[in-house]
Antibody
Framework: EVQLVESGGGLVEPGGSLRLSCAASGFTFSNYWMTWVRQAPGKGLEWVANIKENGGEKFYLDSVKGRFSISRDNAKNSLYLQMNSLRAEDTAVYYC?????????WGQGTLVTVSS | QAVLTQPSSLSASPGASASLTCTLRSGINVGAYRIYWYQQKPGSPPQYLLRYKSDSDKQQGSGVPSRFSGSNDASTNVGLLFISGLQSEDEADYYCAIWYSSAWVFGGGTRLTVL
C-alpha cells in the first residue's frame, strides 16, 4: 500500500524557515517523480514544486522560486521541502504527492502557519 | 485569464448525472493535454479519479467506479468529468489539472452538491 506521511509543519513567524519531510513507503520511491502541493485554508489546490526520480530536474511555482527548495533522499525514501523567507500567504496545508503521470497518491498533509 | 477555469458550484439530484467542466484558456488546445481530475472531501486529501486526453489516451484511477468518466469538447475547448448515477457520497470538491509550461496547474475547483 502506498503511504506518504508528511511532517515538519507548524507555526512560524514571517521571514522564518521550516523544513517539511515526507516519508514514503509501499512503492519504489526512486522510480517516481515527487511533488509538493499546498492548499490555503478554504481555498483550492496549488502546485508548489516537483522533482525528478534522481533529483536531476526540479520545477517550482514562480512565487516560491528562490525561497523554497525541493530535494529527496532515495536511500531514505524521503522527500523534503526547505522553505525560507516565509510569508503569510504561504500559510497552507502542504501535501506530499507521488506524480508519475499527474498526481496519483497524496499524503494527509501538514499545516504550515505563517503568523506573528 | 486563468489557465483552467471551473464553475465554483454545481448541484444535482441523487441518481441523476452531472457534467463538470474545465475550460482551458484561449490558445491552450484541450486536445493537446492530458486533463487530470481529482475529488476532495472535507478534511481529506484529494484523490485521483482519472485522466483524459482522447479515447486512446485515458486512464481510470485505481478503484474508481466506471460511472466517473472523462471527455473533452474541442469546439468549446473544455475538459469534462462526467458522473452518472449520482450518490450522496459524490458530494465533494472536484479539481482539474494539466501540466503546462513546466508547471502543474489546477483549476479553482467545483463544489458538487447532491441534493
Amino acid at each position: 500500500e502506498v503511504q506518504l506521511v508528511e511532517s515538519g509543519g507548524g507555526l512560524v513567524e514571517p521571514g522564518g524557515s521550516l523544513r517539511l519531510s515526507c516519508a514514503a513507503s509501499g512503492f519504489t520511491f526512486s522510480n517516481y517523480w515527487m511533488t509538493w502541493v499546498r492548499q490555503a485554508p478554504g481555498k483550492g489546490l496549488e502546485w508548489v514544486a516537483n522533482i525528478k526520480e534522481n533529483g536531476g530536474e526540479k520545477f517550482y511555482l514562480d512565487s516560491v522560486k528562490g525561497r523554497f527548495s525541493i530535494s529527496r533522499d532515495n536511500a531514505k525514501n524521503s522527500l523534503y521541502l526547505q522553505m525560507n523567507s516565509l510569508r503569510a500567504e504561504d500559510t497552507a496545508v502542504y501535501y506530499c504527492a507521488r506524480s508519475p503521470d499527474g498526481v496519483d497518491y497524496w499524503g494527509q498533509g501538514t499545516l504550515v502557519t505563517v503568523s506573528s | 485569464q486563468a489557465v483552467l477555469t471551473q464553475p465554483s458550484s454545481l448541484s444535482a439530484s441523487p441518481g441523476a448525472s452531472a457534467s463538470l467542466t474545465c475550460t482551458l484558456r484561449s490558445g491552450i488546445n484541450v486536445g493537446a493535454y492530458r486533463i487530470y481530475w481529482y475529488q476532495q472531501k472535507p478534511g481529506s486529501p484529494p484523490q485521483y479519479l482519472l485522466r483524459y486526453k482522447s479515447d486512446s489516451d485515458k486512464q481510470q484511477g485505481s478503484g474508481v467506479p466506471s460511472r466517473f468518466s472523462g471527455s473533452n469538447d474541442a469546439s468549446t475547448n473544455v475538459g469534462l468529468l462526467f458522473i452518472s448515477g449520482l450518490q450522496s457520497e459524490d458530494e465533494a470538491d472536484y479539481y482539474c489539472a494539466i501540466w503546462y509550461s513546466s508547471a502543474w496547474v489546477f483549476g479553482g475547483g467545483t463544489r458538487l452538491t447532491v441534493l
